[in-house]
């Protein structure tokens, strides 16, 4: 089956510097990928997909990914971090036609002042 | 509805106890998906319905947990005879189709047993 692996448990960076939270991906097939994040007793909140077409996804609250499939990466970039974007972030995989998505078991970013 | 509607929100069960957790999807929406995450960890892929049939219930930690959806809509995850270790945050989402539109989450229900 698919699965994910993000790299960073946790990621500590300062107010209005940039942010990368890495996640890595392995299949055998073609994929579809995926970004949410997810606040305090809330569920998750999808970010950016990846599905076809361009390698560089834009999402919401200024965030981005790139898909690189040489690299089977996914990662989660942010050039100007706020206070407000403290919480934890999963990276997900499906495989294209298949319903069963995968999830990482989290990044939490904490921006500090 | 306007969202993924999970209830009870929170749900405090003794140990051997059966619970039922429900989940009402978004409107329309015929994939069903369940996970659980426990604290600190990810999420833990438990089913999937695509209208009323699960194709897929490799997930399901046990023989004491058990799902159906009924309808098309509504579906329950029941787990027998609890134990302490199914305590944990179940998750429910929908998705219109073939899982290529990321999924629409519930806020999910907290699960403890004591």
């Given at each position: 089956?698919?699965?994910?692996?993000?790299?960073?448990?946790?990621?500590?960076?300062?107010?209005?510097?940039?942010?990368?939270?890495?996640?890595?991906?392995?299949?055998?097939?073609?994929?579809?990928?995926?970004?949410?994040?997810?606040?305090?007793?809330?569920?998750l909140q999808l970010?950016?997909?990846?599905?076809?077409?361009?390698?560089?996804?834009?999402?919401?609250?200024?965030?981005?990914?790139?898909?690189?499939?040489?690299q089977t990466s996914f990662h989660l970039r942010k050039p100007s971090v706020h206070i407000s974007d403290t919480t934890e972030y999963f990276c997900a995989v499906?495989?294209?036609?298949?319903?069963?998505?995968?999830?990482?078991?989290?990044?939490?970013?904490?921006?500090k002042p | 509805g306007?969202?993924?509607?999970?209830?009870?929100?929170?749900?405090?069960?003794?140990?051997?106890?059966?619970?039922?957790?429900?989940?009402?999807?978004i409107s329309g929406h015929t994939a069903l998906y369940w996970y659980?995450?426990?604290?600190?960890?990810?999420?833990?892929f438990?089913?999937?319905f695509q209208g009323n049939s699960a194709p897929?219930?490799?997930?399901l930690p046990s023989d004491r947990f058990s799902a159906e959806r009924t309808g098309g809509s509504v579906s329950t995850l029941t787990i027998q005879r609890t134990q302490q270790e199914d305590s944990a945050v179940y998750l429910c989402a929908s998705s219109p189709g073939q899982g290529d539109y990321g999924y629409t989450f519930g806020s999910g229900t907290r699960l403890t047993v004591v």
């Open positions: 089956a698919q699965s994910v692996t993000q790299l960073d448990s946790q990621v500590p960076v300062f107010e209005e510097a940039p942010v990368e939270l890495r996640c890595n991906y392995s299949s055998s097939v073609s994929v579809y990928l995926f970004w949410y994040v997810q606040y305090p007793n809330q569920g970010l950016l997909k990846y599905l076809s077409g361009s390698t560089l996804v834009k999402g919401i609250n200024g965030f981005e990914a790139e898909f690189n499939k040489s499906s495989k294209r036609g298949n319903n069963d998505m995968r999830f990482g078991a989290g990044t939490r970013l904490t921006v | 306007a969202g993924v509607s999970q209830s009870p929100s929170n749900k405090v069960t003794e140990k051997g106890k059966d619970v039922e957790l429900r989940c009402d999807p659980r995450q426990s604290l600190g960890q990810g999420l833990e438990l089913i999937y897929d219930k490799s997930g």
